[in-house]
């Protein structure tokens, strides 16, 4: 069998256009969480302005579980663990305090991974949070988000 340089060209770029598929589909699940991540933080920052705690809740799993470790510039540590009911209510005392501002920025992506059903994206996390001007918290998260996907889509655990 005698193949011209053409037709070896063209079974090349079929090959190459495969493979670069292949690979682009075998990232677009640590993409897919990422964005979800990216929506629930702008969610987040959002909720003061538009007053919808639902549109923060709608990411979160009725599950969710988080654990928080704080230090301060004295490096004095503190634990806080809470569930969904206390994350609710955390919105609400967003909401209704007038004045308040909560600005949620990643600034980077340092890690994310899906396997199955579940997922984890690891993110800096730039905080403010701050009510008629004056700062009541500001700071740096390194922030863990594990994930799993039910039939509706991604939520936070």
């Not at 589909?25 to 929506?39: G, H, S, T, V």
């Not at 920025?105 to 984890?120: A, H």
Request: hydrophobic share 40%; aromatic share 10%; proline share 1%.
């Amino acid at each position: 069998m005698n193949l011209s340089k053409r037709s070896i060209s063209a079974l090349l770029f079929f090959i190459c256009t495969i493979l670069v598929a292949q690979l682009g589909l075998a990232q677009k699940p640590e993409a897919e969480i990422e964005r979800f991540i990216k929506d629930y933080a702008k969610a987040y920052e959002n909720v003061t302005k538009t007053r919808d705690k639902q549109s923060v809740l709608d990411f979160v799993s009725k599950d969710l579980f988080s654990t928080i470790i704080k230090s301060n510039v004295v490096d004095n540590f503190g634990l806080i663990q809470s569930t969904y009911a206390d994350f609710d209510n955390h919105l609400d005392q967003l909401i209704n305090t007038n004045g308040m501002e909560v600005n949620y920025d990643i600034k980077d992506i340092l890690r994310s991974k899906v396997r199955g059903k579940t997922g984890v994206v690891v993110c800096e996390i730039a905080v403010q949070i701050s009510s008629k001007g004056e700062i009541w918290n500001k700071g740096t998260e390194l922030t863990t988000f594990v994930l799993k996907k039910f039939k509706s889509g991604w939520k936070v655990l």
